[in-house]
């Protein structure tokens, strides 16, 4: 069993890996560790929340997977539903899962036993069929990017829809499940830092699985009964289909922003956070295709960004898809490596995995400490979470939707400031992105 929970802790899995083990008893045996289930296996049937899958390729199977291994465990959840675009991927999920099996996402969302929607489609999507759930009364696991880069407007409209309804919202940036966040927010609420000044994080990996290689289910597929090429493309440019674009949607810059709104939500949202920073005044960004340059491919696979926030401080977001070095990350993963400055020390996370306070070199400065991380990083748990929250109506998940506005509204801004060359800015008053 250790064996087992080793090889599914979450915190030495990559995404590809994850998706590739997704199958059923293993995932995220991580979590038996930090949370006990008895309370989830005491519960009665009334009590069961259901669960609907909205989007059921790699990474809404990688949660059906997840979702299965939690219910065997004593969680008290079921699996109802699953709706796709692509009949034969919907007819797999539906048959492996038990689910009812609907082509249309509005159909599932009418299903009254689905209390708990996930979301888990192609990025220019999730605004969207969120709203839509929250129009229907079902509570909300939201793959990240919230929105698509391009739909700063339809990111807007979402935070409001959610802050009006008392919908529960969990955005899928399963990096929040680690304490070492919260703890690291808590030590710089409490002062032990100062006043917050800078921040620097990142996301470095090497090799583009994540575009280049999803994989292609049909080579012959094209539109008809089975595949809904006008509701794939949605809002987005009108094109003539082709297998790329419907399976390896993430090349194209119509459908996805590359690492800037796949990865970095995982390592900006927690940050954004910890500094306790509202909506960026300005973000400039500089990157481009500096490897993978091949036909097709659209979005950038090396990218940093710059904000800086009325609040008098600043976040940077390194990376790049081709190297996966990163000096400032002692667990090891290439990803995830903040660095929290202030007025009196900074703080990081040591080769011992311990937060480590560092003060500043001056007279009377503080003294250093270290401080022990809590628990890691767990999908199950980021899950488990919503699920809580979802029984006690408390829409304060460990990744909201205020937090993924003030994140998302970063990282679109970011991308608009690398297509257009130049500074975006934000005003406050209006929420609106305009040139700085």
């Known amino acids: 069993m250790e064996n087992i929970k080793k090889t599914y802790s979450r915190k030495d899995?990559?995404?590809?890996?994850?998706?590739?083990?997704?199958?059923?008893?293993?995932?995220?045996?991580?979590?038996?560790?930090?949370?006990?289930?008895?309370?989830?296996?005491?519960?009665?049937?009334?009590?069961?929340?259901?669960?609907?899958?909205?989007?059921?390729g790699g990474r809404g199977n990688a949660h059906l997977g997840m979702l299965k291994w939690m219910r065997e465990q004593g969680d008290n959840i079921e699996i109802v539903a699953v709706s796709d675009i692509y009949r034969p991927r919907l007819d797999r999920a539906a048959k492996e899962y038990n689910a009812k099996a609907y082509f249309n996402h509005k159909d599932l969302l009418s299903d009254k036993n689905v209390n708990i929607v996930c979301i888990a489609t192609p990025d220019h999507h999730h605004g969207y069929q969120a709203i839509d759930a929250i129009e229907a009364g079902k509570d909300i696991y939201g793959e990240k990017p919230v929105t698509h880069w391009k739909q700063f407007g339809l990111t807007k409209k979402l935070a409001d829809a959610v802050a009006k309804s008392d919908r529960i919202f969990q955005l899928g940036?399963?990096?929040?499940?680690?304490?070492?966040?919260?703890?690291?927010?808590?030590?710089?609420?409490?002062?032990?830092?100062?006043?917050?000044?800078?921040?620097?994080?990142?996301?470095?990996?090497?090799?583009?699985?994540?575009?280049?290689?999803?994989?292609?289910?049909?080579?012959?597929?094209?539109?008809?009964?089975?595949?809904?090429?006008?509701?794939f493309l949605g809002d987005a440019p009108k094109r003539e289909f082709s297998v790329d674009r419907f399976f390896r949607w993430r090349l194209f810059a119509d459908y996805a922003g590359g690492p800037v709104t796949d990865l970095y939500p995982h390592c900006l949202t927690q940050v954004t956070d910890i500094m306790g920073v509202g909506f960026p005044k300005n973000v400039t960004a500089l990157g481009g295709i500096h490897r993978y340059d091949y036909p097709l491919r659209e979005v950038p696979d090396t990218f940093t960004l710059i904000a800086d926030y009325p609040e008098k401080a600043t976040i940077t977001v390194m990376g790049t898809q081709g190297n996966d070095y990163n000096a400032t990350d002692p667990r090891g993963s290439g990803q995830r490596c903040p660095v929290i400055r202030g007025w009196d020390g900074s703080l990081h996370i040591s080769k011992n995995k311990e937060i480590v306070f560092t003060p500043i070199r001056v007279t009377g400065a503080k003294e250093p400490k270290t401080i022990p991380i809590e628990r890691a990083e767990d999908n199950i748990e980021h899950w488990r979470n919503l699920i809580e929250c979802c029984r006690k109506r408390n829409k304060e998940t460990w990744s909201p939707m205020d937090l993924a506005f003030r994140t998302q509204t970063v990282l679109q801004m970011a991308m608009m400031s690398y297509w257009e060359k130049r500074t975006m800015g934000f005003n406050l008053e209006q929420k609106e992105i305009l040139p700085a």
């Open 173 to 231: 940036t399963q990096a929040m499940s680690d304490s070492v966040w919260h703890q690291m927010k808590k030590l710089v609420k409490e002062g032990l830092i100062g006043k917050p000044l800078y921040a620097e994080t990142g996301f470095f990996r090497i090799g583009d699985w994540g575009e280049k290689d999803m994989p292609i289910d049909d080579p012959a597929a094209k539109p008809g009964p089975d595949l809904n090429w006008e509701a």
């Open 13 to 56: 899995l990559t995404r590809r890996q994850f998706l590739k083990k997704s199958g059923t008893a293993a995932l995220g045996l991580t979590a038996a560790v930090y949370f006990s289930n008895v309370s989830a296996q005491s519960k009665g049937a009334n009590d069961r929340l259901g669960i609907g899958v909205i989007g059921v």
